[in-house]
């Protein structure tokens, strides 16, 4: 590739970063500029998955960089690694070539006119890997089993059914399932897709009166994941079908993996067989994070898209978001957005005028003398026992919740926290919010207790 045209793929990376930080990954440094070839920009990824997500999630964006970085009217084309720049123009028409491409969709079977078009499989995210899972103790289970079914598909548990709240995993722990079987053998047909595009291909199927094609295309397959089965739900027909794929993949030891909302016999109007199927391989769920993961989760999503956070700002998105892992995301790109519209790096101060929060000093807020005192009078203990270094247990938790009130409340650094309740660190105060927050989740009486002070505290200010 000539000089000129590498200038022009760096030019582009730093268009992107400073037009479109959020659409950046660190990894686009590995992306290779192959030159400008008959007016295209040639881009080889370094796998399949990769150039799949490019084209799929950032096409309309590289090319805006490319024609900007130029000023001329040039188009992008995403290469795979082994794929020679000559091959042939992907369009429409080509589906069932381009899923066979992606390698997760392989029905083998190209569609013709009047046959039954394979269904949408959901595009694979190269991020949703299991090294960016965090794990802590709200999804420790369902990252182990995801692990084992992705180690040794077909043989573990069978199905893996993951269920939990929105924004919580699962659809991430699946398709890091799909991305490793896919690693450790090229060859096995993997079909991705969401429940949805299940019923919506049953229904065209049954419409088109096409189902054979349609017990076709999933029984010759190693293994299917099919994500937010939550949507089988009084879709009677849809059950019934999915019912024998179930078991004829189940029989021939295929791998199934499933993820919901809801366990499944909670799942409204599922019949009773089809919730006992569900339970026959492992059914684990994913939970709220903990304030330990949540911060480990906003550095990672941040190192992601090359973007440094300190701790005290990392704690402060995570105190910020507390129950949806994909607000906390959303959090991320904020910090992101500020940060490059303001040319800052991340630090508390960006944190909080990004994502809000009570100002450090002379703000409405109360202060942190307010707050210690306010609960030092609600326990009836001395203020000087709350900032001393002693540990009766009959301080300890007075303590905690000082700090973790004095954390929500203020913008004083974790550090500040620790040194004001008695010269401790900032892992202390971390741990203090941590066993604060995961008590009160728990215990009606304390998290009333919070609630009372919390008003307290918001009126003496
Ligand atoms: P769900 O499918 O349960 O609604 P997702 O899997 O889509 O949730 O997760 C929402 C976002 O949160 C995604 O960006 C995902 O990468 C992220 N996420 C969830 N759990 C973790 C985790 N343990 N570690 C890192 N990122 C996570
Ligand atoms: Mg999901």
């Given at each position: 590739?000539?000089?000129?045209?590498?200038?022009?793929?760096?030019?582009?990376?730093?268009?992107?970063?400073?037009?479109?930080?959020?659409?950046?990954?660190?990894?686009?440094?590995?992306?290779?500029?192959?030159?400008?070839?008959?007016?295209?920009?040639?881009?080889?990824?370094?796998?399949?998955?990769?150039?799949?997500?490019?084209?799929?999630?950032?096409?309309?964006?590289?090319?805006?960089?490319?024609?900007?970085?130029?000023?001329?009217?040039?188009?992008?084309?995403?290469?795979?690694?082994?794929?020679?720049?000559?091959?042939?123009?992907?369009?429409?028409?080509?589906?069932?070539?381009?899923?066979?491409?992606?390698?997760?969709?392989?029905?083998?079977?190209?569609?013709?006119?009047?046959?039954?078009?394979?269904?949408?499989?959901?595009?694979?995210?190269?991020?949703?890997?299991?090294?960016?899972?965090?794990?802590?103790?709200?999804?420790?289970?369902?990252?182990?089993?995801?692990?084992?079914?992705?180690?040794?598909?077909?043989?573990?548990?069978?199905p893996?059914f993951i269920h939990g709240d929105v924004?919580?995993?699962k659809?991430?722990?699946?398709?890091?399932?799909?991305?490793?079987?896919?690693?450790?053998?090229?060859?096995?047909?993997?079909?991705?897709?969401s429940c949805e595009?299940f019923v919506t291909?049953f229904t065209?199927?049954?419409?088109?009166?096409?189902?054979?094609?349609?017990?076709?295309?999933?029984?010759?397959?190693?293994?299917?994941?099919l994500d937010d089965i939550h949507f089988l739900a009084s879709r009677e027909r849809s059950q019934e079908e999915f019912f024998?794929?179930f078991?004829?993949?189940?029989?021939?030891?295929?791998?199934?993996?499933l993820s919901s909302d809801a366990p499944p016999e909670e799942i409204p109007s599922l019949e009773d067989r089809v919730v006992s199927r569900f339970k026959?391989?492992?059914v684990?769920q994913?939970?709220?994070?903990?304030?330990?993961?949540?911060?480990?989760?906003?550095?990672?999503?941040?190192?992601?898209?090359?973007?440094?956070?300190?701790?005290?700002?990392?704690?402060?998105?995570?105190?910020?978001?507390?129950?949806?892992?994909?607000?906390?995301?959303?959090?991320?790109?904020?910090?992101?957005?500020?940060?490059?519209?303001?040319?800052?790096?991340?630090?508390?101060?960006?944190?909080?005028?990004?994502?809000?929060?009570?100002?450090?000093?002379?703000?409405?807020?109360?202060?942190?003398?307010?707050?210690?005192?306010?609960?030092?009078?609600?326990?009836?203990?001395?203020?000087?026992?709350?900032?001393?270094?002693?540990?009766?247990?009959?301080?300890?938790?007075?303590?905690?919740?000082?700090?973790?009130?004095?954390?929500?409340?203020?913008?004083?650094?974790?550090?500040?926290?620790?040194?004001?309740?008695?010269?401790?660190?900032?892992?202390?105060?971390?741990?203090?919010?941590?066993?604060?927050?995961?008590?009160?989740?728990?215990?009606?009486?304390?998290?009333?207790?919070?609630?009372?002070?919390?008003?307290?505290?918001?009126?003496?200010?």
């Open positions: 590739m000539s000089d000129p045209d590498r200038g022009v793929w760096e030019g582009m990376l730093g268009y992107l970063r400073t037009q479109h930080p959020t659409v950046c990954r660190q990894w686009f440094d590995e992306i290779e500029p192959l030159g400008i070839i008959a007016g295209m920009m040639h881009l080889r990824a370094h796998s399949m998955v990769h150039k799949e997500y490019l084209r799929r999630s950032c096409g309309d964006v590289f090319r805006e960089a490319l024609q900007s970085v130029t000023g001329h009217l040039l188009g992008i084309r995403f290469v795979g690694p082994d794929e020679s720049i000559g091959g042939p123009e992907e369009g429409a028409g080509m589906l069932t070539h381009r899923a066979k491409e992606n390698g997760f969709a392989s029905n083998g079977v190209r569609s013709k006119a009047g046959d039954l078009e394979p269904p949408d499989t959901l595009a694979i995210n190269p991020d949703y890997d299991f090294s960016s899972f965090v794990v802590g103790p709200s999804n420790r289970y369902a990252h182990a089993a995801a692990m084992a079914v992705a180690g040794q598909p077909g043989s573990s548990y069978n893996l924004g919580l995993g659809t991430h722990l699946l398709q890091a399932v799909c991305l490793t079987i896919r690693r450790n053998n090229p060859d096995a047909v993997i079909h991705y897709l595009s291909y065209e199927a049954i419409r088109a009166n096409q189902m054979a094609q349609f017990r076709h295309w999933f029984r010759d397959v190693d293994v299917l994941v024998h794929t078991n004829t993949l189940y029989q021939a030891n295929k791998q199934i993996v026959c391989g492992l684990t994913v939970e709220a994070p903990d304030l330990d993961t949540r911060i480990a989760i906003v550095k990672s999503k941040a190192l992601q898209r090359g973007l440094l956070v300190p701790d005290d700002a990392a704690c402060h998105v995570a105190t910020r978001v507390t129950r949806n892992i994909r607000e906390l995301e959303g959090a991320v790109t904020k910090l992101q957005i500020a940060a490059s519209v303001e040319g800052r790096p991340v630090d508390l101060d960006l944190a909080i005028d990004a994502l809000g929060g009570e100002p450090r000093t002379g703000g409405s807020g109360p202060t942190i003398q307010l707050i210690a005192e306010t609960v030092a009078d609600f326990f009836n203990v001395r203020l000087t026992d709350l900032q001393g270094k002693r540990k009766p247990r009959s301080i300890a938790q007075p303590r905690q919740i000082g700090m973790f009130l004095a954390r929500r409340h203020t913008r004083h650094s974790l550090e500040e926290i620790g040194g004001f309740f008695g010269g401790r660190d900032h892992t202390t105060v971390i741990h203090a919010i941590k066993t604060i927050e995961g008590k009160a989740s728990t215990d009606a009486q304390l998290s009333a207790l919070l609630a009372e002070l919390e008003q307290k505290v918001a009126k003496v200010k």
